[in-house]
């Protein structure tokens, strides 16, 4: 099902080609991502998701297509649309929900652990400046 290209260092692929219909699209697999968690999710109308949280993954859902609401533990919901992020700790409990009754919504999470890396940008061997 996957058309993923890779080469060397680097691998692309389409979130249409990672699945059909609702679900989870398994990103980090598909892409051989190892650094960090990602899927994307495509939630059918209606929807409402099951809460969860986490033991030291923290995560951030950025939503790619239609309208999303998050339900966050402390009672709290922010209902986000195409380009919305959200950044959830490992312990909050959370779930969302597809506002719309007539179509799917896609959101992509990106899940971690460990900190953040900071800028270790070099220029390759061969170059003098940025582009």
């Not at 402390?74 to 992020?85: I, Q």
């Not at 999470?109 to 170059?127: F, K, Q, S, T, W």
Request: charged fraction near 25%.
């Amino acid at each position: 099902m996957s058309q993923t290209t890779t080469g060397e260092g680097w691998a692309v692929g389409s979130l249409e080609d990672m699945g059909d219909g609702p679900g989870f699209r398994k990103v980090r697999k598909e892409l051989g991502v190892t650094a960090f968690g990602v899927n994307a999710v495509v939630v059918p109308p209606g929807y409402t998701s099951g809460r969860h949280l986490h033991e030291r993954q923290e995560e951030l859902y950025f939503v790619h297509r239609g309208t999303i609401e998050f339900l966050f533990g402390d009672g709290e919901a922010r209902t986000l649309g195409p380009g919305g992020f959200a950044r959830v700790d490992a312990s909050t409990v959370r779930s969302l929900r597809n506002t719309s009754e007539a179509e799917e919504a896609v959101y992509v999470c990106v899940g971690g652990a460990g900190g953040y890396v900071g800028r270790d940008g070099l220029l390759p061997e061969d170059e003098t400046s940025p582009r």
